[in-house]
Structures are given as structure tokens and as C-alpha cells.
């Protein structure tokens, strides 16, 4: 995988999914929808991939004019991530963190991070079904305080699960459909 468009145009992503207990990773086509989705916000903002992967998403964000967070729980994929960063030159320019999702949320919460655009897309149930993780997350986000009024939160999930539980505050404003994988944009709207 290569990174599409700007400062680190070009550049590869050596991530093999074999090598990384079969993680899956997102599909060219999905990300470029997701930046398409995002559209002209994403230079100049603060973005965060919380669940990083590959770091794909996360370095194509930077490479777009973005200051970027990206976490990864797994120790393997974070050390990954870590290395690319060092490779592409931009280890001082971006930060990488390795917390379960609730620890790097508080950790962001006590350093006052604030973030215009967050990207979700954790490892996910692949079957037909109501799937609260991503309404749990949200009210996490929102709880803690780290989301300016009007962020956009992407999440990307299996097309066959159904996203129960979102905080009322969390206003869908598209849902995109690629096959198996979906992807659901909401804005976070307090005080509707």
C-alpha cells in the first residue's frame, strides 16, 4: 500500500498482513473514500485514527496538511507503525502512542488534545448484528472532552452490522457502502 496524494506522495507502506496475525487492512478504494468523505477539512486539523493498524490512514492524513495521532494497541503493529514514521522522517511530526483504547483517550484528555476529525475503525465482528462498541467509544470521546463542536467522526465497519447505542449528539450525516465494509460519517452536535 502506498500513500496517495501529498507530502509523502508515493510513499510504501511494507505492512504484510500475514506477519501481523492477519490483520485486516483497509482497501485502496475505502481509503480513498474516506479522504474523499473528510474532503478539504483535513488540512490544518487535528485528526486522530485511535485504532491505527497499519498506520495507513494515519499517514495519509499527515501527508495531507494534518497533525496527527495515531494509536495501536498491538505492540507488534505500534513498533510497525514506529518504524515507518522513522523511515518517512517524520517521527518528530507525528504522534504514535500503544494504549488500549480507554487509556489513550484519558492520556489525550490530561495532555488537552482537541480533535476536528476522528477515525475509527477497530477490529470488528463480521456478522449480521447491533454492534455497541462504536456507541461505547463515542460516549468516551464525548465524555472526556476531546472533540471540538462540529468534529467529524468516521467509522469504518462490516456492512452487516448494525450501530446501536450512538449518543444522541453524534448526528449521522452519511452512510457509504463498499461491499463488506461500510463507512458511517457522523458530527459531533452538542446541545441539539
Not at 54 to 69: C, H, L
Not at 154 to 168: D, M, R
Amino acid at each position: 500500500m502506498r500513500v496517495v496524494t501529498g507530502l509523502l506522495k508515493g510513499r510504501n507502506i511494507p505492512f504484510n498482513n500475514s506477519s501481523f496475525d492477519q490483520a485486516d487492512v483497509t482497501s485502496g478504494k475505502v481509503k480513498e473514500s474516506v479522504f474523499s468523505i473528510i474532503g478539504p477539512v483535513i488540512n490544518g486539523c487535528s485528526f486522530l485514527d485511535l485504532y491505527g493498524g497499519s498506520g495507513q490512514i494515519g499517514f495519509e492524513a499527515f501527508s495531507r496538511g494534518a497533525e496527527v495521532v495515531i494509536n495501536e494497541r498491538d505492540k507488534k503493529r505500534y513498533q510497525f507503525i514506529k518504524r515507518c514514521a522513522d523511515n518517512f522522517g517524520i517521527a518528530q511530526k507525528i504522534k504514535i502512542l500503544n494504549f488500549a483504547d480507554e487509556v489513550c483517550i484519558r492520556y489525550l484528555f490530561k495532555r488537552e488534545y482537541i480533535f476536528d476529525v476522528v477515525y475509527l475503525d477497530p477490529p470488528y465482528v463480521k456478522k449480521r448484528g447491533k454492534v455497541s462498541l462504536y456507541g461505547q467509544t463515542l460516549s468516551l470521546l464525548e465524555r472526556r472532552g476531546i472533540l471540538n463542536k462540529g468534529c467529524q467522526i468516521l467509522i469504518q465497519y462490516h456492512s452487516k452490522n448494525e450501530l446501536v447505542s450512538i449518543p444522541e449528539m453524534f448526528v449521522t450525516e452519511s452512510v457509504h457502502v463498499y461491499g463488506a465494509t461500510s463507512l458511517a460519517l457522523y458530527i459531533y452536535s452538542p446541545g441539539l
